[in-house]
């Protein structure tokens, strides 16, 4: 759209020319009411990256029962929460632990009574090729590179170390362990095969399909990956935030994580 104004010349009446500077004050004012308006009906989540598949789905779903639109933003939920702290744009955080929310929550970035745990993780020792070992142990003895996401900065890396140390042999595989910084670029260092094995989200192998051996993981070997969600304080969006938070854990959404290969409370 192309606008043109045109300035009264000096002879004009008084009230012609004040209407000549006005104007543009006036264009400008309608221009933006509109913009308002269609900012109002989105909403930006940062999104911790074993969660992708079931958020993409239901984000579609979201989009058509309200209308509303939801940009996703995907990473380590150390990462996201940095970029949180230094006033990244987003309304809503669906981090891989409760740690990071609630430490937003002490640090008055996020709303304290919106914390929710949407999905509960599972951890599994995954190849593209047949793992050849009758237990966990003897598997990650035998590889030569085994993937984790970095422990530091996510909740999957930190539980995969933590596998390892109760199983007693991280000492002795230290050097082959390979970090990706988050548990999506881990499941790529094995899917390229340049780690023959490595700890995955149970989620992303059943979201990928993809032909090969898994070992899931018992869930006593780990503490719980309970992953938490919550609403930013600065987010200008407060009420459509809350109706996204409710949908996410309505009864019926959380079989459908649960589907996903996530643990749920929803039978």
Not at 53 to 74: D, M, R, V, Y
Not at 158 to 186: H, P, Y
Request: some cysteine; aromatic content about 8%.
């Amino acid at each position: 759209m192309t606008i043109e104004i045109f300035l009264a010349a000096k002879t004009r009446p008084f009230y012609y020319r004040l209407s000549a500077l006005l104007s543009p004050l006036f264009l400008l004012c309608s221009l933006l009411t509109p913009i308002k308006a269609i900012a109002a009906n989105e909403l930006h989540l940062a999104v911790a990256s074993n969660f992708i598949a079931p958020i993409k789905q239901l984000a579609n779903e979201f989009e058509q029962e309200t209308g509303h639109i939801l940009q996703l933003s995907f990473g380590s939920s150390g990462k996201l929460f940095a970029q949180i702290r230094h006033n990244a744009p987003f309304d809503i955080f669906l981090s891989a632990d409760t740690a990071k929310p609630e430490a937003l929550i002490k640090t008055q970035l996020a709303q304290p009574d919106s914390l929710v745990i949407y999905a509960r993780g599972q951890l599994a020792l995954w190849s593209v090729n047949t793992i050849n070992a009758t237990t966990l142990k003897s598997a990650l003895l035998k590889a030569k590179r085994i993937a984790i996401a970095n422990p530091r900065l996510a909740p999957y890396g930190k539980a995969a170390e933590e596998i390892m140390r109760n199983l007693s042999v991280l000492d002795q595989v230290k050097n082959k362990i390979v970090q990706g910084e988050n548990i999506g670029q881990a499941y790529q260092f094995v899917y390229s095969q340049n780690a023959d094995i490595g700890f995955t989200a149970y989620s992303q192998i059943l979201a990928g399909q993809e032909k090969g051996h898994s070992i899931r993981i018992p869930n006593n070997l780990y503490n719980n990956i309970n992953q938490a969600g919550v609403i930013l304080s600065k987010s200008k969006n407060i009420e459509l935030a809350e109706t996204f938070m409710k949908f996410l854990m309505r009864p019926d959404i959380q079989r459908k994580i649960a589907l996903f290969g996530y643990a749920s409370e929803v039978n």
